[in-house]
């Protein structure tokens, strides 16, 4: 890191270096979670939400590039061994072990709320202090929030569906 650039962070560096490395193992998990999700799935609007989980996992990985790479500029080393991710994280990777459309949705907003948490967290431990940091966890927040809403809307539009299908073969 530049000279410069250590002496106008106002914070401790190996503690937001931990918590960026908790969210850098979060999105590599996060990253799983949709990715298998999607191969696995079996339910209504399969095609559909398999589509959004392959987005949203892309997505996952593109946090994980910023987190790693924001970590190296402050000097740390991201979570480099795989087994270490579930570890690390404290947003847990549920396996998709009932690929029904709805558990997974159910599954994948657990961890969104999770993740918005977390970037919130480190958002109020770098406003003022960490500009870089802030501005980048400010992004992933705001990506986080409309994960949340894209997945609660398939959630909505499946028990509408349903009771639909209940009130028409009444």
Request: with cysteine; glycine share 6%.
């Amino acid at each position: 890191m530049g000279e410069m650039a250590q002496k106008i962070i106002k914070l401790d560096r190996g503690e937001l270096i931990r918590e960026l490395n908790v969210a850098f193992a979060e999105e590599w998990l996060a990253y799983y979670q949709y990715w298998i999700g999607a191969q696995v799935m079996v339910g209504p609007m399969r095609p559909l939400i398999a589509d959004e989980f392959i987005e949203h996992a892309n997505e996952e990985l593109k946090h994980a590039q910023w987190l790693s790479d924001r970590i190296i500029q402050l000097g740390g080393k991201p979570v480099i061994d795989f087994a270490d991710l579930q570890r690390t994280a404290q947003c847990k990777y549920e396996a998709p072990d009932k690929p029904y459309v709805m558990n997974l949705i159910e599954q994948n907003v657990v961890a969104e709320r999770c993740a918005i948490a977390r970037y919130q967290k480190i958002c109020d431990m770098t406003f003022g202090k960490d500009y870089e940091t802030y501005r980048m966890s400010a992004k992933i927040l705001k990506e986080e929030i409309e994960h949340e809403q894209e997945i609660g809307d398939f959630s909505d539009d499946l028990r509408a569906g349903a009771e639909l299908h209940d009130n028409l073969e009444k």
